[in-house]
C-alpha cells in the first residue's frame, strides 16, 4: 500500500522582506495561511510547487508544508509551521503584530 | 584596540561593493536563489522563519565605544531596534529587508566591522576570553594573536571550500573561559622557562557528536603558530568527510584517524610549508601588538568603591556577582548581564548599546566585549567609578546582580527565529529565570551553568552545561532532554543524558526540582552543583528529576 498523501500547503518567505507566504490558487503569495491553495493530490502539489517555485523573482525558498482544513481555511499541523503564522514568542513581532492577533 | 590598516579598508569596502551588486542582481532576477545563496551566506545573511537575519563578526569579542554605538544605529535604522549577541561573540539582526542589507555592511565597514566568513564552510569569527588582557590569571593577551589568525582566515584562497564550518577559539589563561576544548582548535598562550608559546588542542566540538578536543601540541612556538594552523586545516580540507556533512567536521577526521596519524600528518605538513612563512607574519604580529598595548591604568584611592560597598546592600550584591578580578591594582572587570529575569538571553535594545558604550567611553578605557555567555563585559574599570557606574546600568535596566548565577543562562534562538531549530529554546530560558527570581534562591543556589540548544546542532553549548537542555521535536510536539554535569572550562566535560525527556510545560519544573534538589544533596554551602553532581554521580540527580521511576524501582 502507498502512504496516503497528507494534505499540504505551498509556503516560502517572500524576496526582499524575508516574511512567511503561502500560494493561492491564483499563482499569487499571500501573508495569511487561510488564502492558501489546499492541496490533497500528490501529483497536482508537486506540480503545483515546480509553478511556485518558478517565481524565483518574488519569493525565495519554497515547499510543501503538511496542512489541515480549518474554518477560514487551511491551517498548520506541526508547531513549526503554526510559528510561522504568528512570529516569535518572545516578542510582539512579525505576523502577529501585523495582524494584532 | 586593532585599527584598520589600508588593505582592510579597500578589502571590506570592495566586499561589500560586490555584495551590493549581488543583492541587485537578485532583486532584479538576474540571479536565482541556488546561485544568491552561497554569496549572500559568505557574507553572513541567513534566511530564517519568519524575516532575513544578518550574523555580524566581533571579532574576539572586542568592541570599541564607536563600534558599539554603530551596532545601536543599525538596530535601531534597519531593525526592531535591539540586537541579539550570540555564543560565538556575535551579534545577529533578526529583521533586515533584503534591499538594506548592503547598507548595514557598508555602515560597518565604517567602523572597521564586517560580516565576513560568519556563515559557511570557512574558518568562522576567532573567539576569544571575554577578559582578555584584563584578567588577573593571564599569561598573554591572546588578542593579537587572534587578529593574526582573523588576517590570515579571511579569504584564505585554500580555506573558502572547506568540507564543514571551522571554529578557532583562544585564550591567554589557564582558567578557561573560551571553551576552547569544544572547538575544531582551541589555543592556550603559555609560559614555558620565560618563553611564551600555545598549547594547541584539537577536535573538539559539539553539536549531534559532541567531542572534548585533544593536545596535539603542548607547547608551540609562537612563531610557529600560523604554519601549524595551516598545517592543521589543511591536513583536514584533505581527509574531511565531504559525502555526509555529519561527519565533516575535524573531530570526526582526528576521531576516525586517531590523533597520532593526525599528528604526523600535520607535522609532515607544517615542515614542507613553514620555509613559506618568511617572517613576514610575525612582523605584522608585532605591529598588531603595539594597536593592544594595555590602556594607561590609574592610580587612585578605591574608598568610594568601599564605602558604597560598605553601606549599599544592591550595590554589594551586584559587585559580589558581577565584578572579576582584575590584574591591574584598583582595577575592577564588570561583567554587564544581558539576562534580565524574563528577558531574551543574549538582546541589548538600541539604547542600553549606546548606555553600555557610553559607560565604557567614559570609565572603561573605550573598551567593550561580548562574551559567549551572551552578556557585555567592560573589562577595565577602576573601582572607584563603580558606584556611578553602577547607578547608570540600574537607569538602563542593566545591572541584574546574576553573573554565573541560575537565570544566567545561554540560550540559542531557537524556533522564535532559526530556521534549523527544532523547539523554542528562548522561553525556556525566560520561563527559568522567572521562577529561581520568584523563588529567591539563586544566590544561596549559587555557581550554576545552564545552557539551553533548540537543536542538536548545539548552539547553546548544551553539553557542556551543569545542567543542559536540548529541545527536539518528538512526533510533532516539543520535547526537552536534560544533560547533567557538563563543564565548558579547562576541566571540559560532556554531560550525560538525565533520561526520557520533559514536555514544553514540564521541563521548568523539572528544572525547579534539580535545583532545590541538589540544595538538600550538597554536603556544605560552597559545594556548587558541579562539585555534588560529581560527588555524588548521576543516580541521586536522576532519582529527582524521575519521582515515579525511583518510587517503582524501590
Redesign the interface.
Known sequence: MPRQFTPKVITA?R??????VWFTTQDTWSGNIHDAEFLTDEAHADLRLLEAQAQ??VI??AYLADAKQGDNGPEP????EA??TR?????P???QEQNHV | MYKYNDFDEAFVRERVAQFRGQVER??D?SL??DEFKPLRLMNGLY??????MLRVAVPYGTLSSAQMDRLAHLAETYD?GYGHFTTRQNIQY??????DVPDMLSDLADVGMHAIQTSGNTIRNVTADHFAGAAADEVADPRPVAELLRQWSTDHPEFQFLPRKFKIAITGAEDDRAVIKAHDIGLQLRRVDGTLGVRVIVGGGLGRTPMIGKVLRDFLPLEDLLPYTEAVVSVWNRLGRRDNKYKARIKITVHEHGIEEISRLVEDRFTAIKPGFSGVDQEILREIETQFAPPAFRNAPTDAYDAAYAADPLFRSWADTNLTAHRAEGYAIVSISLKKHGA?PGDATADQMRVMADLARTYGHDELRVSHEQNIILPHVHKSDLPDLYAALRSADLATANIGLASDIIACPG???CALATA?S??IA?QIAERVEELKIEHEVGHLKIKISGCINACGHHHVGHIGILGL?RA???NYQITLGGDGTQHAAIGERAGPGFAYDEIVPAIERLITGYLALREHEDETFIEAYRRLGAAPFKAILYPQEARDAA
Not at chain 1, 524576496?15 to 512567511?20: M, P, V, Y
Not at chain 2, 534566511?47 to 532575513?52: C, E, M, P, R, V
Not at chain 2, 533578526?94 to 534591499?99: G, M, Q, R, S, V
Open positions: 518567505n524576496l526582499l522582506e524575508g516574511d512567511a524565483a523573482h525565495a525558498g499541523t506541526h508547531f513549526r510559528f510561522r512570529g516569535p514568542s518572545n516578542y513581532h512579525g505576523k | 537578485r532583486i532576477g536565482t536563489e534566511l530564517q522563519l519568519h524575516a532575513y526592531k533578526n529583521w533586515p529587508e533584503l534591499k531574551t524556533m522564535d527565529y523554542r528562548i522561553p525566560q521535536d510533532g510536539v516539543e
